[in-house]
């Protein structure tokens, strides 16, 4: 199938992929009293008395509002906000399909950090989350910091933290396959923005303790001339404090885990027999991987994931942000912080059984009903445990 051009049609057809239903009935003078006027007037008062009570006598305890600026849309770049509302729509479909959570999606035209964060926030009042897609790095890390400074709802980018999820749960996995242990091993990530900077925070959490993080100019390390002016970046370079110098060729011989989120064909099978035995390897650019996988595995990898749906251990956002806001909903939740993030983690991993697990099989898939319902209920009981659930 030429999936552009069907797509093409598709959209032509769908006239878009999302749509209002009323659960109110109003087929008479007296439903129409009862949603509308003069009935509505007695919600309005009570929400105006207690602000809380907008999570029981609207929708909003299960609305997300999808939010893009258009600029780093896809593999497309930056094609403004307009043209990102197919992603934010098909977005809105998979949080419905896979979390029954109500989606709607929002394209704001300008890359102004403090007006974007001024528009969501003035907005925030109506929703019970935002979900932010789909907002080139490094804005998109001072967006999510300051709203989550304002906001009392879950905020969460699902470029970094949806990916970083899956990428965890993958990895628990991969070691059990491996024998590894995640304290021991030594990481090399190819990317260090949006996607890779979480990954790489999340894993740390879990217990990674030998990173090394490159980008396009190389090994991310203390005092590299470029990095003064880059935060983030230096950040990083703190946090793991590499001995190594140089390129991704480099930074890869005797690493036991590489994850790619940068570029296509940057590993060649020379840079992976030169890691150590047994490596993992998630080359995650889309479509195009770092390295293909059956190329991986000719060279000795053990366990091999990618983003594609056409290789085994497909990495997919869909098996987390769903079930991630369908708990913080269910429990009201404040934020989504690491310890829920880590618990959906643990959930995803935990669905893949003993029997199942193998170099072939470390993630559940994408249509697993089971997927939804453990993530929810890990997220829940993770918020409850920490603090963030109001209820």
Not at 304 to 331: C, E, H, K, W
Request: with cysteine.
């Amino acid at each position: 199938m030429d999936y552009a051009k069907e797509s093409l049609r598709l959209h032509q057809e769908w006239a878009g992929k999302i749509e209002v239903t009323a659960r109110a009935p109003a087929a008479n003078a007296a439903d129409l009293s009862l949603a509308y006027t003069p009935g509505v007037a007695q919600p309005c008062l009570e929400i105006q008395k207690d602000p809380d009570k907008s999570w029981t006598l609207t929708r909003r305890h299960n609305l997300c509002a999808v939010i893009t600026d258009g600029s780093a849309v896809l593999g497309l770049g930056d094609i403004g906000p307009e043209a990102g509302m197919p992603v934010m729509e098909g977005k809105c479909v998979l949080f419905k399909t896979f979390g029954g959570v109500d989606a709607f999606p929002l394209c704001v035209k300008t890359k102004d950090v403090d007006q974007f964060v001024e528009t969501v926030y003035l907005l925030s009042g109506s929703f019970g989350g935002v979900n932010l897609e789909d907002i080139a790095a490094p804005r998109c890390f001072e967006i999510e910091k300051k709203l989550k400074e304002k906001c009392d709802i879950p905020i969460f980018h699902d470029d970094q933290h949806g990916t970083a999820i899956v990428v965890a749960a993958a990895l628990l996995n991969a070691l059990k396959v491996t024998g590894k242990k995640i304290g021991e091993i030594r990481a090399v990530f190819s990317g260090a923005g949006a996607a890779g900077t979480a990954i790489f925070k999340l894993l740390w959490a879990l217990g990674l303790r030998h990173a090394v993080l490159c980008d396009i100019n190389g090994v991310v390390y203390p005092g590299r001339p470029d990095l003064a002016g880059d935060p983030y970046l230096d950040e990083l370079a703190r946090m793991t404090r590499p001995a190594v110098r140089g390129g991704l060729k480099d930074a890869l011989a005797g690493a036991d885990l590489f994850v790619g989120v940068s570029a296509p064909n940057l590993v060649t099978e020379d840079m992976v027999k030169s890691m150590a035995p047994g490596p993992i390897l998630f080359p995650m650019a889309n479509p195009v991987p770092e390295i293909m996988p059956d190329a991986a595995l000719a060279a000795g990898a053990a366990v091999v994931g990618t983003g594609r749906s056409d290789f085994p251990n497909q990495i997919n956002n869909v098996l987390a942000f769903p079930g991630v806001f369908r708990g913080a909903f269910d429990v009201r939740a404040r934020e989504i912080n690491e310890e829920m993030k880590l618990a959906a983690a643990h959930a995803l991993a935990g669905l893949v059984s003993p029997e199942e697990l193998s170099p072939q099989c470390i993630l559940p898939k994408a249509f697993d009903p089971r997927v939804g319902p453990a993530v929810a209920a890990a997220v829940a009981q993770a918020a409850r445990d920490t603090g963030a659930a109001r209820i």
